[in-house]
Nanobody, 116 residues
Framework: QVKVVESGGGFVRPGGSLRLSCTAS????????MGWYRQVPEKQRELIAQ???????TYADSVKGRFTISRDNYMNTIYLQMDDLKPEDTALYFC??????????WGQGTQVTVSS
């Protein structure tokens, strides 16, 4: 059974930091592209950071320079270090493991709230 589990969300003041974690089990982790998405009500889920199976990293412009994605293939885990958080970063953050349209798995999400 495949499981994708996020953790690390919470409440933080503007300018603060949070670190999200996502652990995937039941898959050959090294063979998957791993990504972080976020979604706010009434808007589409957006990809904000991805670390490919080839370890190539990409970021959305909205988080570039503030967020850092990394992966640990021994722990089957990816991380998202989020610094200089802004109120507009408030969202439900999802982890995705993608290999193909038939092997595409999501976690339940972790809430990040940035507010003064």
């Amino acid at each position: 059974q495949v499981k994708v589990v996020e953790s690390g969300g919470g409440f933080v003041r503007p300018g603060g930091s949070l670190r999200l974690s996502c652990t995937a089990s039941g898959i050959h982790f090294r063979g998957y592209d791993m990504g972080w998405y976020r979604q706010v009500p009434e808007k589409q889920r957006e990809l904000i950071a991805q670390v490919g199976r080839d370890t190539v990293v990409t970021y959305a412009d909205s988080v570039k320079g503030r967020f850092t994605i990394s992966r640990d293939n021994y722990m089957n885990t990816i991380y998202l270090q989020m610094d200089d958080l802004k109120p507009e970063d408030t969202a439900l953050y999802f982890c995705n493991a993608f290999q193909s349209n038939f092997n595409d798995y999501w976690g339940q999400g972790t809430q990040v709230t940035v507010s003064s």
